[in-house]
T-cell receptor, first 111, second 112 residues
Framework: GAGVSQSPSNKVTEKGKDVELRCDPI?????LYWYRQRLGQGLEFLIY????????KSGLPSDRFSAERTGESVSTLTIQRTQQEDSAVYLC?????????FGSGTRLTVV | QKEVEQDPGPLSVPEGAIVSLNCTYS??????FMWYRQYSRKGPELLMY????GNKEDGRFTAQVDKSSKYISLFIRDSQPSDSATYLC????????????FGAGTRLAVHP
């Protein structure tokens, strides 16, 4: 597609439920990133996929968070047993070279 | 101490003003510096990308990097109401494929 597509755009979930967030990167972009943006704060790195290399998971805040990517296409970020502090906008980005292209994000609210 | 510090603002200026946005950083390994603009409920979009020290100009926007002071700036000339957004600085030690470290973002409002 023309840009990075994320779904759903908004998600409200009950505390303790699992959620799955999806990212469709730009076709041909080999690198894919997930970031989290809490209200009024900057972007916090979560995980990075580059081609067939092992992902850099150093930003995942706990073992409740996991992500997968199928080849150089779709990625899914899963949050298990959601907590209220997980409420944030989850942004996906892809890149081929310098600079990222971001999606519009998924706004997650845990009630 | 955060690796990248950025004043969150908000910064309010009249239309036509020159705007100066700044970030400081602590990691001397950073070589690649970017500025992103983020409108409300949208993802950040890349505005400027610079390598090492120096200036880069693109239309009304000028990015400056001073590695000796670990200080970067974005200047917006002849600011317009459409420039009202949050501006995020970002940087990395390695080009291309690598995670970026972001500042918290500065909220800018340009009023007519």
């Amino acid at each position: 597609g023309a840009g990075v597509s994320q779904s759903p755009s908004n998600k409200v979930t009950e505390k303790g439920k699992d959620v799955e967030l999806r990212c469709d990167p730009i076709s041909g972009h080999t690198a894919l990133y997930w970031y989290r943006q809490r209200l009024g704060q900057g972007l916090e790195f979560l995980i990075y996929f580059q081609g067939n290399s092992a992902p850099d998971k150093s930003g995942l805040p706990s073992d409740r968070f996991s992500a997968e990517r199928t080849g150089e296409s779709v990625s899914t970020l899963t949050i298990q047993r959601t907590q209220q502090e997980d409420s944030a906008v989850y942004l996906c980005a892809s890149s081929l070279a310098a600079g990222y292209t971001f999606g519009s994000g998924t706004r997650l609210t845990v009630v | 101490q955060k690796e990248v510090e950025q004043d969150p603002g908000p910064l309010s200026v009249p239309e036509g003003a020159i705007v100066s946005l700044n970030c400081t950083y602590s990691n001397s390994a950073f070589q690649y510096f970017m500025w992103y603009r983020q409108y409300s409920r949208k993802g950040p979009e890349l505005l400027m990308y610079t390598y090492s020290s120096g200036n880069k100009e693109d239309g009304r926007f000028t990015a400056q990097v001073d590695k000796s002071s670990k200080y970067i700036s974005l200047f917006i000339r002849d600011s317009q109401p459409s420039d009202s957004a949050t501006y995020l600085c970002a940087m990395s030690a390695i080009d291309g494929y690598n995670k970026l470290i972001f500042g918290a973002g500065t909220r800018l409002a340009v009023h007519p």
